[in-house]
């Protein structure tokens, strides 16, 4: 199975002043299509950094990065913003809908921004809604939908055209539990599909629906985790570290 | 719930190609940016308000300037040719068919001058066909209708006032009776007063003027009656429209600098949605697109609204302004073009305006932009080098304009607003590190400038530019009164003036006045006298040729015999001889009482000089306008004033009999005990000008001062404007700085410290800047005489550098001193 997003040795360092912060260091981790992969640490441990850098927002300072088979190394941001729109999905904790279009709008944003025309980008930003039961909101207004329906659309986007990596950092944070399960199963129906996910989380139970956990701490991996069926796998991994 | 675990096909690379979305993906981007619009319009009210507002002012504007119209249309009507032809009688009626024979079709108006009693100004019976070819638009019947027969007549308003005259009343004029069978007016020129009868039915002495249209080659060539003059109808220009066009391009301006204030916050605020959209795949330019998109549609309805409420304003008050204008007012004949490209600078301003916050917005990384942190400001002194740059070539182009080449000065100034505006960066990083000399108000607040420079630089640049205007206005002022106070030079010595027959007095035609109208003049003359106590009042006749070129217009007269320089050009294979009366002297007649005015002793006079003058000779003048352009004077040379607009060149009754010209009444040249001030000069214009007269003096420069003190006020009132615009979205982007002031204790003395601070330094730095820049300008411009500029406008420059900054201050004091509500970051749905 193809390689969705592989990491080979990749650090980043910023400026703080006259300090340097390491955020990752040496990090290696590969997803496959059909795979999702949790990330779990602590505040400050680098899991945003290597959702950034994965998602091509961010360019790291040493090591390589393939998203869908593509080098990031040497892309221009042009080459990025594309990557971004065709291959990439992101889901954050906050929504990120733009107010001031609809539902269904903002579904198809990123199939408008990659020259689709507008009527068959809202066909398929209808469909995307469709499968994740959100049919009869098409046309509100982010304002106008539950949390819950919020982070749906946000899903829909992610994985609208034809996207190869869906990217989640806290999906589920603003979500109370039974909402945020319906979110989770949904991202896990869009790896049936044939996604690669990474989803970053504190939860351990919702980390437990991933093929694997990743355990990063001070800007490296420092366990992966292949759970066994059932939330309650990932405790059991803990204990046993 | 289970992992995954389906086997999951394998698909290609996606290829990434090249564009960026083209149509579909603009479209996208604009669409939200409309709905942000219409989301979030009064986020951008300010900037909206103040595009209406310019906009709005600019239409008004262009209504007025263009109802001014060309002013020769009052004189020509649709003509462009106005011929005079000194013939009466047959010999009229045979000039008149040689006309209509070279140009076809021409209007003919007989002129005859109808005498005020008491008044040195004269009325003119017109014999007009109310709907000749060229004509008729300066004809417009008001009550009544057009005279028809011999015996009917129609007035003016003014005429029916001073001779008591009313519609289906008889006037009883010249030993002519006449009914008054309407009221006209010459919708052109309400200013112009005269009676109008039936084609034909003047008196036989009445002035006969022509309307034609012809090509300047159909004129030239055509056959013309001996003895006729003409005037040239100039090419049409319209310096009201380009004027208000050049205000408001100042305007917009001033709108442009205050807009990239407002939309850098509003771009801040949309940091993280704009972060949003980069996420999913928008490049830099789909991000510049939705901020210079939302600048358009800002442009476009600001543009919309402020042209329908000017247009609508104009409609209703425009009528309002014909007594000021002095001619009717077509509320509909606007300057259509001036006011499409009017709105098209508004539009353009506002997307102006939007470019920089868009292209920094656009810069800053994803993730930046997802956290909403600031964007760190860009290093001042990329921005100073340039400005200094455009300083520094501005300088030059004044220094090396010579005060006449209109590109460099044109350019000079250019480069000196521009290169001022650049410097606003520097002067606010420098602001923010002077801070920490600061108490903590003052402190922060200096700070906060430096942080957000990007808005607080747009702020002082447009204060910058309001108090430059004003400064330099002021100094020139200065300029002007050290130059009216300096004991030679001018036109007149301070404590003189004369009073003139003619409008342009002996430079332009003197009206032929009856001994009643002189008598009624001089009873003026005297009077103005009187009230400046006088030492003496001498008449001043000039010399005229009676066989010269009569003036065109109404009022008649002939112009002044000259001593003048030929200046020849060539124009279409042509060759023209002009005489520029800068380099001209009128002439004057020698009487006794003006000899023994300037203590010359009439018996020294040689009986056969022509001309006793302050000049050594007359090599190279010639005597104009006449046909002996070839007479050579006998110069007696005594010591006359230099002044040009004294008697300095007089020509003896010898050269008169010689030349045959004759002596008509010019002026009186009256003598004060002590140099005139401004009040008694407008005292003596105003009782000149009730009768028709016109005074000269030297200009005291109190006028100017004046129009400085009034700009000086409209550039302070201009920065308060920026400032209450600005301080506002200054302090908005720390309102959470203020609620942590707030919760560690500061009480509300502080609160208030930090927006007067504020207000009080972008004041400040604007004043030091924009007095420097206008200093820098007119230091340029006078290099040559620096000790102009050695009388500074002390009230003016501690007005504009201390008042500004004290007012400022108070007024953020004032009105500052809230808890802010809310944090200013907006969040995403």
Partial sequence: MSDVLRLDGVSKTYLDGSDEVHALREVSLTVEA????????PSGSGKSTLLTIAGALESPTSGEVHVAGQPLSGMSRDDRSRLRRRAIGYVFQDFNLLPGLTAAENVALPLELDGVPAGKARAAGQRALDDLGLADRAARFPDQLSGGERQRVAIARAVVGDRRLLLADEPTGALDSATGETVMRMMLAACKRGLAAVIVTHDAQLASWADRVVFIRDGRIVDRTAPRPGPESLLAGEAAR | MSPTSAVVAERPPPVLGKGHGGMPARRAVVRWAWRLFRREWRQ????????VIAVAATTAGLGYAGSAGDPQAATFGTANRLATIGSTGAQADADLATLRTSFGTIEVINHQ????????????????????PYGRSMLRLTAGRYPQGADEVAVTPRVAKTFDLRVGGTWDQGGRRRTVVGLVENPLNLLDHFALVAPGQAGADAQTAVLIRSTEQQFRDARKPDGMSAQFRGTQTDPGTITVLVLATIGLLFVGLLAVAGFTVLAQRRMRALGMLGAIGASHRHIRLVLVANGAVIGAT???IGAVAGLAGWTAFSHRLEPLIGRRIDRFDLPWSAFAAMLLLAVLTAVGAAWWPARAAARVPVVAALSARPVPPRPAHRFALAGLALLAAGLGALFTSHHEEPPYLIGGVLGVATGLLLLAPLGVAAAGRLARFAPLAPRLALRDLARYRARSSAAVAAITLAVGIAAALALA???SVAKAAAPAGGNLPADQLVVWLGPSGLDGPVPTTTPDQEAAARHQVDAIAAALHATSVLPLQAAMDPNGPRAGDSGGGRPVSQMGIPRHETVGGRTRTHYSSDEADPLVVATPEVLRHYGIDPASIAADTDIVTFRASYDGYDLFPTDQHDWRPKVQHADLPAYPSLPGSLITGHAMATLRLQAVPGGWLVRAPRPLTQAQIDRAEETAERSGLTVETRPTGADVARVALFATAIGIAVALGVLAVTVGLIRSETARDLRTLTATGAPRRTRRALTAATAGALALLGALLGTAGAYLAL???????????GHPPSVALATILVGLPAVAYAGGWLLAGKEAPALSRQALD
């Fill in chain 1, 34 to 41: 059909g795979k999702m992969v949790a990330v779990m640490g």
């Fill in chain 2, 44 to 51: 951008q009210s300010l900037v909206l308000v103040l595009l």
């Fill in chain 2, 113 to 132: 001058k109808i005498p005020v009693p008491g008044s040195a100004t004269a009325y003119d019976l017109r014999a007009q066909d109310p709907d000749g």
């Fill in chain 2, 302 to 304: 600001g543009a919309l």
């Fill in chain 2, 477 to 479: 002022a200065a300029v």
């Fill in chain 2, 779 to 789: 230091l340029s411009w006078h290099h040559r005489a620096l000790h102009w500029l």
